[in-house]
Protein backbone atom coordinates (compact mmCIF):
# COMPACT_ATOMS: atom_id res chain seq x y z
CA UNK A 1 0.00 0.00 0.00
CA UNK A 2 1.77 3.42 -0.80
CA UNK A 3 2.30 6.28 2.01
CA UNK A 4 0.86 9.29 2.19
CA UNK A 5 2.42 12.25 2.51
CA UNK A 6 1.91 16.08 3.52
CA UNK A 7 4.78 17.62 1.29
CA UNK A 8 3.97 21.37 1.34
CA UNK A 9 1.46 24.19 3.62
CA UNK A 10 1.08 27.70 2.69
CA UNK A 11 -0.66 30.29 4.60
CA UNK A 12 -2.50 33.72 3.34
CA UNK A 13 -2.01 36.34 6.17
CA UNK A 14 -4.21 39.30 5.54
CA UNK A 15 -3.10 42.35 5.46
CA UNK A 16 -4.56 44.31 7.98
CA UNK A 17 -4.43 43.52 11.21
CA UNK A 18 -6.51 44.71 14.77
CA UNK A 19 -5.11 44.43 18.17
CA UNK A 20 -7.08 43.78 21.66
CA UNK A 21 -6.56 47.63 22.34
CA UNK A 22 -7.98 48.67 19.00
CA UNK A 23 -10.84 46.40 19.03
CA UNK A 24 -11.53 46.95 23.05
CA UNK A 25 -11.84 50.93 21.93
CA UNK A 26 -14.19 50.41 19.38
CA UNK A 27 -16.29 48.51 21.69
CA UNK A 28 -16.96 50.36 24.39
CA UNK A 29 -17.22 53.46 22.23
CA UNK A 30 -20.35 51.57 21.21
CA UNK A 31 -21.16 50.47 24.61
CA UNK A 32 -21.09 53.67 25.81
CA UNK A 33 -23.32 55.28 22.94
CA UNK A 34 -25.55 52.21 23.38
CA UNK A 35 -26.07 52.97 27.43
CA UNK A 36 -26.56 56.66 26.61
CA UNK A 37 -29.02 56.28 23.74
CA UNK A 38 -30.58 54.26 26.82
CA UNK A 39 -30.01 56.26 29.50
CA UNK A 40 -33.79 56.07 30.56
CA UNK A 41 -35.09 52.56 29.76
CA UNK A 42 -31.67 51.81 31.93
CA UNK A 43 -32.65 53.86 34.56
CA UNK A 44 -36.10 52.17 34.49
CA UNK A 45 -34.94 48.63 34.51
CA UNK A 46 -36.50 47.94 31.15
CA UNK A 47 -33.25 47.36 29.48
CA UNK A 48 -29.78 46.28 30.91
CA UNK A 49 -26.89 48.50 30.68
CA UNK A 50 -23.68 46.75 28.48
CA UNK A 51 -20.56 46.24 30.07
CA UNK A 52 -17.31 47.21 28.38
CA UNK A 53 -14.67 44.90 27.51
CA UNK A 54 -10.75 44.82 28.16
CA UNK A 55 -8.04 44.05 26.08
CA UNK A 56 -6.96 42.05 30.10
CA UNK A 57 -10.37 40.30 29.70
CA UNK A 58 -9.70 38.63 26.46
CA UNK A 59 -5.99 37.92 27.29
CA UNK A 60 -7.21 35.92 30.33
CA UNK A 61 -10.11 34.47 28.80
CA UNK A 62 -8.80 33.48 25.25
CA UNK A 63 -4.98 34.25 25.03
CA UNK A 64 -5.93 36.27 21.75
CA UNK A 65 -3.58 39.40 21.57
CA UNK A 66 -3.88 40.15 17.88
CA UNK A 67 -5.99 39.30 14.52
CA UNK A 68 -5.37 39.59 10.89
CA UNK A 69 -8.80 40.71 8.82
CA UNK A 70 -9.43 41.38 5.33
CA UNK A 71 -11.43 44.86 6.32
CA UNK A 72 -10.33 46.95 9.02
CA UNK A 73 -12.22 49.80 8.87
CA UNK A 74 -15.55 48.30 9.21
CA UNK A 75 -14.92 46.23 12.04
CA UNK A 76 -13.41 49.59 13.83
CA UNK A 77 -16.07 51.35 13.46
CA UNK A 78 -18.86 51.76 16.32
CA UNK A 79 -21.83 52.41 13.84
CA UNK A 80 -20.77 49.59 11.91
CA UNK A 81 -18.59 46.90 13.42
CA UNK A 82 -18.69 44.48 10.72
CA UNK A 83 -15.94 43.99 7.88
CA UNK A 84 -16.76 45.99 4.39
CA UNK A 85 -16.16 43.62 1.40
CA UNK A 86 -18.02 44.57 -1.89
CA UNK A 87 -19.44 42.22 -3.60
CA UNK A 88 -17.95 41.12 -6.85
CA UNK A 89 -18.90 40.68 -10.28
CA UNK A 90 -19.42 37.09 -11.60
CA UNK A 91 -16.76 37.83 -14.07
CA UNK A 92 -14.15 38.08 -10.91
CA UNK A 93 -12.65 35.68 -8.67
CA UNK A 94 -14.59 35.50 -5.41
CA UNK A 95 -12.78 36.51 -2.27
CA UNK A 96 -12.48 32.85 -0.88
CA UNK A 97 -11.01 31.66 -4.26
CA UNK A 98 -8.44 34.83 -4.34
CA UNK A 99 -7.30 33.17 -0.58
CA UNK A 100 -7.49 30.26 -1.72
CA UNK A 101 -5.16 30.63 -4.56
CA UNK A 102 -2.87 32.38 -2.69
CA UNK A 103 -2.34 29.89 -0.05
CA UNK A 104 -2.11 27.13 -2.99
CA UNK A 105 0.47 28.87 -4.83
CA UNK A 106 3.04 28.94 -1.71
CA UNK A 107 1.54 24.84 -0.52
CA UNK A 108 2.51 24.21 -4.38
CA UNK A 109 5.61 26.04 -4.53
CA UNK A 110 6.73 24.61 -1.31
CA UNK A 111 6.10 20.54 -2.53
CA UNK A 112 7.42 21.42 -5.66
CA UNK A 113 4.04 20.86 -7.70
CA UNK A 114 3.00 22.44 -11.01
CA UNK A 115 -0.76 22.60 -11.45
CA UNK A 116 -0.65 19.31 -13.95
CA UNK A 117 0.65 17.12 -10.94
CA UNK A 118 -2.44 18.06 -9.02
CA UNK A 119 -5.64 15.62 -9.46
CA UNK A 120 -8.00 17.06 -6.92
CA UNK A 121 -9.03 20.85 -5.26
CA UNK A 122 -10.80 20.16 -1.97
CA UNK A 123 -12.25 23.64 -0.17
CA UNK A 124 -12.93 23.22 3.53
CA UNK A 125 -13.82 25.74 5.87
CA UNK A 126 -16.24 27.43 7.97
CA UNK A 127 -18.47 29.45 6.03
CA UNK A 128 -18.70 29.30 2.19
CA UNK A 129 -19.90 32.35 0.41
CA UNK A 130 -22.03 30.62 -2.01
CA UNK A 131 -23.66 27.27 -2.40
CA UNK A 132 -22.61 26.53 -6.28
CA UNK A 133 -21.07 26.59 -8.26
CA UNK A 134 -18.52 25.34 -5.73
CA UNK A 135 -15.31 27.52 -4.82
CA UNK A 136 -13.24 24.06 -5.08
CA UNK A 137 -13.94 24.54 -8.66
CA UNK A 138 -13.31 28.06 -9.22
CA UNK A 139 -9.72 27.59 -7.62
CA UNK A 140 -9.36 24.68 -9.63
CA UNK A 141 -9.99 26.95 -12.74
CA UNK A 142 -7.83 29.71 -11.45
CA UNK A 143 -4.92 27.46 -11.05
CA UNK A 144 -5.09 25.72 -14.49
CA UNK A 145 -5.57 21.93 -12.24
CA UNK A 146 -7.79 19.00 -14.11
CA UNK A 147 -9.64 16.56 -12.41
CA UNK A 148 -12.40 17.61 -10.16
CA UNK A 149 -13.13 20.04 -6.97
CA UNK A 150 -15.47 20.48 -3.91
CA UNK A 151 -16.36 21.89 -1.63
CA UNK A 152 -16.97 20.43 2.27
CA UNK A 153 -17.54 22.50 5.46
CA UNK A 154 -17.52 20.84 9.06
CA UNK A 155 -16.92 24.14 11.04
CA UNK A 156 -13.88 24.42 12.75
CA UNK A 157 -12.74 20.99 11.78
CA UNK A 158 -12.94 21.03 8.05
CA UNK A 159 -9.11 21.18 7.87
CA UNK A 160 -8.57 17.63 9.52
CA UNK A 161 -11.81 16.61 7.48
CA UNK A 162 -10.46 17.65 4.56
CA UNK A 163 -7.31 15.75 5.56
CA UNK A 164 -8.84 13.03 5.98
CA UNK A 165 -10.73 13.08 2.95
CA UNK A 166 -7.72 13.69 1.08
CA UNK A 167 -5.71 10.89 1.84
CA UNK A 168 -8.31 8.29 1.62
CA UNK A 169 -8.87 9.73 -2.06
CA UNK A 170 -4.72 9.02 -2.46
CA UNK A 171 -5.05 5.57 -0.39
CA UNK A 172 -7.48 4.58 -2.62
CA UNK A 173 -5.93 5.28 -5.69
CA UNK A 174 -8.91 7.87 -6.62
CA UNK A 175 -6.05 10.98 -7.03
CA UNK A 176 -2.31 10.48 -6.99
CA UNK A 177 -1.80 14.38 -5.70
CA UNK A 178 -4.38 16.52 -3.51
CA UNK A 179 -4.41 20.30 -2.49
CA UNK A 180 -6.69 21.36 0.56
CA UNK A 181 -7.46 24.88 1.15
CA UNK A 182 -9.16 26.68 3.95
CA UNK A 183 -9.95 30.20 3.42
CA UNK A 184 -11.33 31.19 6.55
CA UNK A 185 -13.22 34.82 6.80
CA UNK A 186 -14.05 34.20 10.13
CA UNK A 187 -15.07 38.14 11.20
CA UNK A 188 -18.17 38.11 8.74
CA UNK A 189 -20.13 35.70 11.02
CA UNK A 190 -18.66 37.59 14.23
CA UNK A 191 -21.07 39.76 16.11
CA UNK A 192 -18.48 42.29 17.31
CA UNK A 193 -21.47 43.97 19.80
CA UNK A 194 -21.01 40.76 22.15
CA UNK A 195 -18.65 41.38 24.55
CA UNK A 196 -18.55 37.67 25.34
CA UNK A 197 -17.45 37.06 22.02
CA UNK A 198 -15.84 39.93 19.93
CA UNK A 199 -12.57 39.46 20.39
CA UNK A 200 -12.67 35.70 18.98
CA UNK A 201 -11.78 35.54 15.39
CA UNK A 202 -9.40 36.70 12.86
CA UNK A 203 -8.89 36.02 8.46
CA UNK A 204 -6.72 33.54 7.32
CA UNK A 205 -6.26 31.21 4.57
CA UNK A 206 -4.13 27.81 4.11
CA UNK A 207 -3.47 25.34 1.69
CA UNK A 208 -2.06 21.25 2.07
CA UNK A 209 -0.38 19.40 -0.60
CA UNK A 210 -1.54 15.57 0.00
CA UNK A 211 0.38 12.80 -2.02
CA UNK A 212 1.50 9.56 -2.52
CA UNK A 213 5.30 9.00 -1.14
CA UNK A 214 6.81 7.75 -4.66
CA UNK A 215 5.33 11.19 -6.18
CA UNK A 216 6.88 13.25 -3.67
CA UNK A 217 10.26 14.83 -4.74
CA UNK A 218 10.99 17.73 -1.84
CA UNK A 219 12.90 16.12 1.26
CA UNK A 220 11.36 16.77 5.02
CA UNK A 221 7.86 15.75 4.20
CA UNK A 222 5.19 14.64 6.25
CA UNK A 223 4.13 10.70 6.40
CA UNK A 224 0.84 10.76 7.53
CA UNK A 225 0.49 7.60 9.80
CA UNK A 226 -3.15 7.92 10.60
CA UNK A 227 -6.61 9.45 10.62
CA UNK A 228 -9.27 9.60 13.06
CA UNK A 229 -12.61 11.31 12.95
CA UNK A 230 -15.56 12.08 15.40
CA UNK A 231 -18.77 14.17 15.48
CA UNK A 232 -21.54 14.47 18.65
CA UNK A 233 -24.29 16.79 18.39
CA UNK A 234 -23.98 19.40 20.28
CA UNK A 235 -25.88 23.58 20.03
CA UNK A 236 -23.57 24.57 22.72
CA UNK A 237 -21.67 26.59 19.03
CA UNK A 238 -24.28 27.27 16.34
CA UNK A 239 -24.98 29.63 13.49
CA UNK A 240 -28.50 29.46 12.15
CA UNK A 241 -27.71 31.67 8.54
CA UNK A 242 -28.66 30.29 5.84
CA UNK A 243 -30.88 30.28 2.81
CA UNK A 244 -34.47 29.30 4.30
CA UNK A 245 -33.66 32.61 6.20
CA UNK A 246 -35.62 34.63 4.00
CA UNK A 247 -38.62 32.63 4.09
CA UNK A 248 -38.48 33.71 7.84
CA UNK A 249 -38.44 37.53 7.73
CA UNK A 250 -39.15 38.14 11.46
CA UNK A 251 -36.15 35.93 12.69
CA UNK A 252 -33.82 37.15 9.41
CA UNK A 253 -31.52 39.23 11.65
CA UNK A 254 -31.66 37.82 15.14
CA UNK A 255 -28.35 37.30 16.78
CA UNK A 256 -28.53 33.44 16.04
CA UNK A 257 -28.01 34.14 12.52
CA UNK A 258 -24.19 34.91 14.04
CA UNK A 259 -21.82 32.91 15.57
CA UNK A 260 -22.99 31.61 18.82
CA UNK A 261 -22.02 29.16 21.44
CA UNK A 262 -22.15 28.21 25.05
CA UNK A 263 -18.62 29.01 25.86
CA UNK A 264 -18.30 27.12 29.34
CA UNK A 265 -20.06 23.80 28.11
CA UNK A 266 -18.17 23.70 25.58
CA UNK A 267 -15.02 24.15 27.78
CA UNK A 268 -16.16 21.63 29.92
CA UNK A 269 -17.30 18.85 27.26
CA UNK A 270 -15.18 19.33 24.92
CA UNK A 271 -11.66 19.42 26.01
CA UNK A 272 -11.69 15.70 27.62
CA UNK A 273 -13.47 14.30 23.92
CA UNK A 274 -10.98 16.01 22.23
CA UNK A 275 -8.05 14.55 24.73
CA UNK A 276 -9.20 11.13 24.58
CA UNK A 277 -9.23 11.09 20.52
CA UNK A 278 -5.69 11.86 20.66
CA UNK A 279 -4.97 9.56 23.11
CA UNK A 280 -7.04 6.70 21.46
CA UNK A 281 -5.74 7.36 18.15
CA UNK A 282 -2.21 7.24 18.97
CA UNK A 283 -2.82 4.04 21.09
CA UNK A 284 -4.40 2.63 17.96
CA UNK A 285 -1.68 2.90 16.13
CA UNK A 286 0.70 1.61 18.85
CA UNK A 287 2.44 5.05 19.33
CA UNK A 288 3.15 5.78 23.35
CA UNK A 289 1.45 9.99 23.76
CA UNK A 290 4.95 10.56 25.90
CA UNK A 291 6.65 10.04 22.47
CA UNK A 292 4.90 12.59 20.42
CA UNK A 293 6.88 15.78 20.15
CA UNK A 294 4.33 18.29 19.15
CA UNK A 295 0.66 18.42 19.23
CA UNK A 296 -0.87 21.29 16.69
CA UNK A 297 -4.17 22.11 18.23
CA UNK A 298 -7.17 23.94 16.97
CA UNK A 299 -6.34 27.45 18.23
CA UNK A 300 -9.62 28.53 19.56
CA UNK A 301 -8.24 29.19 23.37
CA UNK A 302 -4.97 29.01 24.69
CA UNK A 303 -6.48 27.50 28.29
CA UNK A 304 -8.30 24.82 26.56
CA UNK A 305 -5.02 23.87 24.67
CA UNK A 306 -3.27 23.65 27.65
CA UNK A 307 -6.09 20.91 29.24
CA UNK A 308 -5.76 19.18 26.40
CA UNK A 309 -1.87 18.86 25.87
CA UNK A 310 -1.89 18.49 29.48
CA UNK A 311 -4.14 15.45 29.81
CA UNK A 312 -2.65 13.91 26.39
CA UNK A 313 1.39 14.48 27.38
CA UNK A 314 1.05 14.02 31.00
CA UNK A 315 2.35 17.37 32.12
CA UNK A 316 1.97 21.09 31.45
CA UNK A 317 2.48 21.69 27.61
CA UNK A 318 5.79 23.75 26.54
CA UNK A 319 5.27 26.27 23.64
CA UNK A 320 7.40 24.14 21.90
CA UNK A 321 5.53 20.89 22.40
CA UNK A 322 1.86 23.03 22.10
CA UNK A 323 2.36 25.62 19.76
CA UNK A 324 0.53 29.15 20.28
CA UNK A 325 -0.70 31.58 17.25
CA UNK A 326 -3.78 32.41 18.93
CA UNK A 327 -1.71 35.88 20.26
CA UNK A 328 -1.07 36.91 16.68
CA UNK A 329 -3.85 35.31 14.87
CA UNK A 330 -6.76 34.87 17.19
CA UNK A 331 -9.31 32.12 16.21
CA UNK A 332 -9.35 31.19 12.23
CA UNK A 333 -11.53 28.55 12.45
CA UNK A 334 -10.54 25.74 10.34
CA UNK A 335 -7.35 26.99 9.70
CA UNK A 336 -5.76 27.48 13.09
CA UNK A 337 -4.36 24.05 13.47
CA UNK A 338 -2.84 24.43 9.75
CA UNK A 339 -1.24 27.81 10.46
CA UNK A 340 0.58 26.59 13.60
CA UNK A 341 1.81 23.39 11.61
CA UNK A 342 3.12 25.38 9.11
CA UNK A 343 4.90 27.84 11.38
CA UNK A 344 6.41 25.13 13.99
CA UNK A 345 7.22 22.11 12.22
CA UNK A 346 10.34 22.84 10.11
CA UNK A 347 12.66 22.14 13.28
CA UNK A 348 11.64 19.08 13.64
CA UNK A 349 14.00 16.72 13.06
CA UNK A 350 13.67 12.69 10.95
CA UNK A 351 11.58 10.55 12.54
CA UNK A 352 9.56 12.79 15.10
CA UNK A 353 5.91 12.30 15.43
CA UNK A 354 3.32 14.35 16.06
CA UNK A 355 -0.54 15.05 15.88
CA UNK A 356 -2.63 18.29 13.94
CA UNK A 357 -6.04 18.66 15.73
CA UNK A 358 -9.01 20.40 15.34
CA UNK A 359 -12.40 20.39 17.12
CA UNK A 360 -15.15 22.92 17.24
CA UNK A 361 -18.93 22.83 16.38
CA UNK A 362 -21.15 19.56 15.97
CA UNK A 363 -19.27 18.82 18.30
CA UNK A 364 -16.58 17.42 15.41
CA UNK A 365 -12.90 16.89 16.26
CA UNK A 366 -9.87 15.68 13.43
CA UNK A 367 -6.87 13.94 14.71
CA UNK A 368 -4.03 12.96 12.00
CA UNK A 369 -0.57 11.81 12.99
CA UNK A 370 2.12 12.58 11.12
CA UNK A 371 6.00 11.58 11.33
CA UNK A 372 8.76 13.67 9.71
CA UNK A 373 10.70 11.92 6.50
CA UNK A 374 14.59 12.82 6.16
CA UNK A 375 15.47 15.93 4.37
Known sequence: ??????????????????????????????????????????????????????????????????????????ILDPEIMCPRL?????????????????????????ANKTPEDIDAVLVACSNLQRPYPAIAVEVQELLGIEGFGFDMNVACSSATFGLKA?????????????????????????NFRDRDSHFIFGDVCTAIVIERD??????????????KLITKFSNNIR???????????????????????????????????????ILDHVGENGIDATDL?????????????????????GHEPSEVESPNILKYYANTSS??????????SDDMSEGDIGVICSFGAGYSAGSVIVRRLAA
Not at 58 to 70: D, L, P, Q, T, W
Not at 87 to 94: A, V
Not at 295 to 305: G, I, T, V, Y
Not at 335 to 344: E, L, R, Y
Open 293 to 313: KRLWLHQANKNMNDFIGKKVL
Open 86 to 110: PERSNDEPSILAEMSVAAAKQAMAR
Open 1 to 74: MAKVVISGTGVFTPPHSISNDELVASFNTYVENFNQTHKAEIEAGTIAPLNPSSSEFIVKASGIENRYVMNKEG
Open 214 to 227: DTCTVGGAWEVLGT
Open 335 to 344: AGSIVAFNQF
Open 166 to 190: AHDMVISGGADCVIVVDPEICTGHL
Open 239 to 277: NNFGFLNRTAPETAQDADKLFVQEGRKVFKEVVPMVAQL
